[in-house]
Every structure is written in C-alpha cells, then in structure tokens.
C-alpha cells in the first residue's frame, strides 16, 4: 500500500472545521466540498436537499458500492428572543447541553449577516446566585445565549436582524498537536468527510480505480436522522464513513485504530459485509476494533429502516468524548484509510 497523504487529510479537516455547518444550515461546507472535488478532478452533482454526489469507475462494474460521510454538526436554532436580549435556543442534533456550557457561539442571520455571542445558564454567576448556579439543570430550558452586543431588550435584538429560526454554530477550538491527536468539536463528521477526500486523492496520485464501480454521497442531515436518500440503481452496498466510540463501559475503541461497526441502536449489521471488512483489515494487518454502539446511528443504518435491499456497513475513526470536545489520533485516521483502499 503506497503512502497515504496524511497532512492533506489534516489540513482539509481543519479547513472544513473552520466552515460552520450546523444541521440545516449546510450549503457552505457543501460548497466547500464541491471545490475539494473540483480541485481533485471530479465531477460531481447536487440533491435536491442539497448534499453532494460523486462517482467514480471501477474495475468492475457489475458491482456497485456507495459510501457516505457527512458535513452536517450538532448546532441550534434560536427559538425566542426573550425581553431582556437573551436567546433561547433548541438544539439540533443530541448533545447534552453542558458540554457546550460557556461555549462561543455564532448567530447566523438570514441575511447572512454574523453575530458572536456565548452560551450560559440563566442563572450562571456563583456570586449572584450561589449554589444554584453550581447545581441547576442544563437543559434547554435553562440555557440562553448572550448576545456580545448592546442589547437590552427584544426590540434591540431584533433591530440587529436576528429573528426566530436563525441558525447557532459553536466555535470549535481546533487543535492539532505534535504528538499525533487532534481535537476539536465536530470530528464527527468532517474528519471523515476529509478522509473520504484523501481516499480520492490517493487513488487520483497512484492512478488507481476502485475494485468496482463507487458513488460517494456527502450528506447534510446526518445528524438529525435523514442524511442520504438519493441511491443508485441496483446498488449492492452501502458503507458510512463514521466515528466509533472510545471511552464507556460500552465501548472498547482506541483512538489509533480504525473501528467497525457491529451494532447500534438501530440494528445490527450486515455480518456477511462486516467479515469481509474485518478479512480485508486482518489481511493488510490494519489495526481496528469491532464496535458495539448503544446509542449511535449512521447514515447506512437510517436507509436499512427505510426498506432499502443492499448490503451496509459502517466504518471509521475511533474518536473519544463523541458529541462533546471529540479526540482523534493520526494513527486512526490513517488505518481507517487504509481499510478504504484494502476494501473498496
């Protein structure tokens, strides 16, 4: 197996990182990804519900395969814009809201106008309220965004144009270390997206074609449950490119091996294609673990409940502290590429 470019998958992680996407609010990462396959040489068409497609011939076309990953994050939408400034909002996609406490945020406004804010109980100063503070709930009830404007009532915030239905996206707090993880929210997904893209890139710099005939879908809802519903005729399989779990009595990921899925919350699955990835990794001697998720679903799991007949699998990254401030290793990344290439 010829040399993966790990700084480019590196380097478009933390390009796409930098694009917020928050779940419904997804047409600049699709963009995004629309120039990468530009860029690469790859032609590409869009959904009516606007994630990306593109396909690329193998050397056998009597087979057909599609994989998926998706630019989609968790984020929120501002729900009421309460009397004295601050806004409440409902979440989108599931996170628990303390791990976002005290979070920069970015409001995105309909007219594409930008307003940084942060997000904080309602009751979030120790001095001022004391062990309610330390000891409220965090749920969405509690929790407001403050507005880094002079606002003071709601007529303020509106003047501004920000309205109801406006999108919120976290900062990430990107970082890439030297010994070899990167953490950041919002690994899952767009490492895996820029994962599918030095696939791309590896086959493009070696001149090589896929063993059969391959559709690569960039979803945009993911995250809420209806990410892909564009697949092509009489296709066989359908593998997600998504982050396994690390830590929990539920799971046994490790952050420099790549993971395949047995189960989730939806369904098992497809043990017959679940082997072959499993032979194809023992054969190439790529490190993986097999996971159990109880509370995780995929883009492929999500078609199956649909009533779709194909064969699915789910692959990727183990990453640690999913749906909080996620850690993923260079190791991983690599050996999930490296099942990319030995399988598909």
């Known amino acids: 197996m010829k040399n993966i470019d790990l700084k480019y998958i590196v380097d478009k992680t933390v390009e796409l990182l930098a694009v917020p996407s928050p779940v419904g609010y997804t047409d600049l990462a699709i963009d995004w990804v629309k120039k990468e396959l530009e860029a690469l040489g790859f032609e590409h068409t869009t959904t009516k519900k606007g994630a990306l497609i593109t396909y690329i011939k193998g050397e056998d076309s009597s087979y057909r395969k599609m994989i998926s990953a998706h630019v989609d994050t968790l984020g929120a939408v501002v729900k009421k814009v309460k ?8 979440n989108t996609g599931g996170y628990a809201w303390g791990s976002v406490e005290g ?50 009532t709601a007529e303020d915030v ?17 970082r890439v270390l030297d010994n070899g993880y990167i953490k950041s929210r919002y690994l899952d997904d767009k490492l895996c997206v820029a994962q599918v893209l030095g696939y791309i890139k590896y086959l493009k710099d070696n001149n090589l ?27 066989d399989e359908f593998i997600s490119i998504d982050i396994g779990l690390v830590a929990g009595p539920d799971a046994h990921g490790d952050e420099r091996k790549v993971n395949i899925v047995a189960k989730d919350s ?48 789910c692959i990727g990254p183990n990453v640690d502290a999913t749906h909080h401030y996620e850690r993923c290793h260079n190791d991983g990344i690599v050996e999930t590429v490296k099942l990319m290439i030995a399988y598909l």
């Open 103 to 152: 979070e920069n945020v970015i409001v995105h406004t309909v007219s594409g106008k930008t307003y940084e804010g942060t997000l904080l109980p309602v009751k979030a100063s120790v001095h001022v309220y004391g062990d309610v503070a330390r000891e409220a709930a965090r749920i969405e009830e509690t929790m407001e965004i403050r507005l880094d404007e002079d606002v003071k």
């Open 209 to 235: 074609k896929p063993k059969t005939d391959l559709w690569v879908y960039f979803s945009n809802y993911e995250e809420i449950g209806h990410g892909v519903s564009v697949y092509p005729e009489d296709l």
């Open 158 to 174: 509106f003047a501004l144009g920000i309205c109801q239905g406006d999108y919120v996206s976290y900062e990430t707090r990107t």
């Open 266 to 313: 939806r369904t098992p699955y497809d043990f017959a294609l679940r082997k072959k990835l499993q032979q194809a990794a023992d054969e190439k001697e790529i490190k993986y673990t097999v996971g159990v998720h109880n509370r995780y679903g995929s883009d492929a799991s999500i078609a199956i409940l649909q009533g779709f007949d194909f064969k699915y699998a």
């Open 83 to 90: 009397n004295n400034g601050r806004l409440e909002i409902t």
